[in-house]
């Protein structure tokens, strides 16, 4: 009979957690190999790991090579680029500066596709306001050529 507070607290955990995950894809997601998602991973940890600390409003950040090789082509950085300066200024990031970036979740739409989830942290950047933001972003990355590539736009 002691179970009941227990089934409650794992209703109420799960119910949280997939407050902010990412809705399932249309066609469902698809199980992936195993090197797959390793190499996403590994590619997703280096690019995300480039902004934590730096400017992204910055030019030296803007010309970062290491950035730029996860993208097919130049517009697409610069749309991406872009799209990210306004995301961290419009939640009020101090300096456009994250302090801490933390990949949430993957979820392949296919083999070749995948949404990842991504929570940027940072200091308040508006006036007596000492306390901290947040900014979830959802990233496309494709699959061609044999590497991951981020592919800006809605989801």
Not at 88 to 113: C, G, N, W, Y
């Amino acid at each position: 009979m002691k179970r009941w507070p227990l089934l409650l607290i794992a209703a109420l955990v799960l119910a949280c957690a997939s407050d902010g995950s990412i809705p399932e894809p249309e066609g469902g997601s698809v199980a992936v190999p195993a090197d797959a998602a390793i190499q996403l991973n590994g590619g997703a940890a280096v690019f995300y790991e480039q902004l934590v600390q730096r400017r992204v409003n910055a030019l030296e950040t803007f010309n970062d090579p290491v950035l730029r090789k996860f993208f097919r082509s130049e517009d697409l950085f610069f749309d991406y680029y872009a799209q990210l300066a306004q995301s961290l200024a419009d939640a009020h990031f101090e300096k456009s500066r994250p302090f801490a970036i933390e990949v949430q979740e993957m979820v392949f739409e296919s083999t070749a596709r995948a949404q990842v989830q991504v929570l940027f942290r940072g200091y308040d950047n508006r006036p007596l306001r000492p306390n901290r933001v947040s900014l979830v972003r959802r990233d496309r990355w494709q699959y061609e050529q044999e590497a991951w590539w981020i592919t800006p736009g809605k989801l």
